[in-house]
């Protein structure tokens, strides 16, 4: 009986030391990859303020309490909508726009009377060093938050440097629906990258109105037209799932255009086929009225941005696509929208590189902004699309 009790105490015991063991083999191997993960996802995180505030949860500092303004209304007769914005002189009528009490500062645009020098090229100034992806993990970021964090920001979400006179204007063109986690977020992430770049930059946020089939061209193509009115030199057509990788990656202007949204990490960092121009796509504003903007014929989800492709080629120009050492890209995962036609899809890109001269930016009937709202972090304009065609409607 002894016996038995000694050899089943033994067993326990040996029992006992292989999960120490193993439990200590899963310590180690938790600690290293910590130490090797987390520098890596969370590296240069506090240029990315509001997000950062989201970790430390900082006491002392609370967001200002929302009030209600009165803001006026100005009616642009060239392009036939109203614009709701602080700014203008009072009309006869008002509307009223939730905003924060919060000024943004001014030294970027009015200048003291100094002579500036221009800003250093892109190449000069020798950006680089990888983004802490691990921030996009957190969703309940707020705009508010990401109007504190950055209140050097104008009105409209425009920024220039104030020790240089910036070699490019761009306009950051966003397509949305129905994504405001993903917006807030990429609005934070962009702004610190577009300041290292010396770029004098705004953001247009372009929602399509109503909840019929999204039609993502027609609304960008609405967005450049406004972009014009802002007197941009390039635009920069940007995914809001899209968030680049590398403090190096390039948003100045282009001198033929450039897809910027190429390697993408859903995507293995591969370039599937030559003419794909998704995701984010820089172009110079004469170049994209040479191409005629991008096609009005595509409903629901996917063509246009292979279009847009074909239509850059059929010009001759060359695709650029930057070092894919450097520009790469995270996509947030979200719902994608449904393929409702996808014979017609395949159909109008079969002649894509010869219907481009009359399908696209010269249909200004296919689109009608009908309400600009200068927000602080971005110009936000609705676009009516109209009805989309019967055969794009899915069937029952």
């Known amino acids: 009986m002894c016996i038995t009790r000694m050899r089943f105490a033994s067993i326990q015991i040996g029992i006992l030391k292989k999960i120490l063991i193993l439990f200590g083999i899963f310590v180690f191997f938790y600690l290293f990859l910590v130490n090797l993960y987390i520098p890596k996802y969370f590296s240069n995180s506090a240029d990315h303020i509001a997000l950062v505030n989201k970790i430390t949860s900082r006491q002392n500092e609370n967001i200002e309490d929302i009030v209600d303004e009165k803001d006026h209304i100005k009616y642009n007769y060239n392009l036939n909508y109203w614009i709701f914005s602080p700014s203008y002189q009072q009309t006869d009528e008002t509307i009223i726009k939730k905003t924060t009490k919060h000024t943004p500062k001014t030294e970027n645009s009015k200048h003291k009377k100094v002579h500036l020098r221009n800003c250093l090229p892109l190449d000069a100034l ?3 060093g990888k983004i802490g992806q691990g921030l996009l993990l957190l969703d309940e970021l707020t705009i508010e ?51 290292k770049q010396k770029l004098d930059f705004r953001f247009i946020v372009s929602e399509q109105t109503g909840d019929d089939l999204f039609n993502k061209g027609r609304i960008m193509n609405a967005a450049f037209v406004y972009a014009e009115t802002l007197k941009v030199d390039c635009v920069i057509f940007h995914d809001v799932d899209m968030f680049p990788q590398d403090y190096g990656t390039p948003y100045n202007c282009p001198k033929t255009p450039r897809h910027l949204g190429a390697y ?16 984010v796509l820089v172009i110079n504003t004469n170049d994209y009225r040479k191409i005629n903007g991008y096609s009005n014929m595509y409903w629901a989800w996917g063509g246009e941005d292979d279009d847009m492709g074909k239509r850059i080629m059929s010009n001759n120009y060359t695709i650029e696509r930057p070092n894919p050492n450097i520009a790469t890209f995270s996509m947030l995962k979200h719902t994608k929208r449904k393929r409702t036609a996808p014979k017609l899809i395949y159909d109008l890109l079969k002649n894509a590189g010869e219907r481009w001269p009359i399908d696209g930016l010269n249909e200004t009937n296919k689109w009608q902004i009908e309400k600009v709202i200068i927000e602080p972090l971005y110009h936000h304009i609705y676009v009516n699309v109209f009805e989309p065609p019967k055969e794009w409607k899915p069937t029952v």
């Open 126 to 128: 020798n950006i680089t």
């Open 264 to 279: 993408v990490n859903n995507l293995g960092y591969q370039l599937w086929y030559p003419e794909i121009a998704g995701g």
């Open 145 to 195: 938050e990401v109007q504190l964090a950055h209140q050097d920001i104008n009105i409209g979400g425009s920024w220039k440097p104030n020790d240089c006179i910036s070699l490019h204007k761009i306009a950051i063109i966003i397509p949305y629906r129905d994504r405001e986690s993903h917006l807030t977020r990429l609005i934070d992430f962009l702004i610190p990258i577009l300041q």
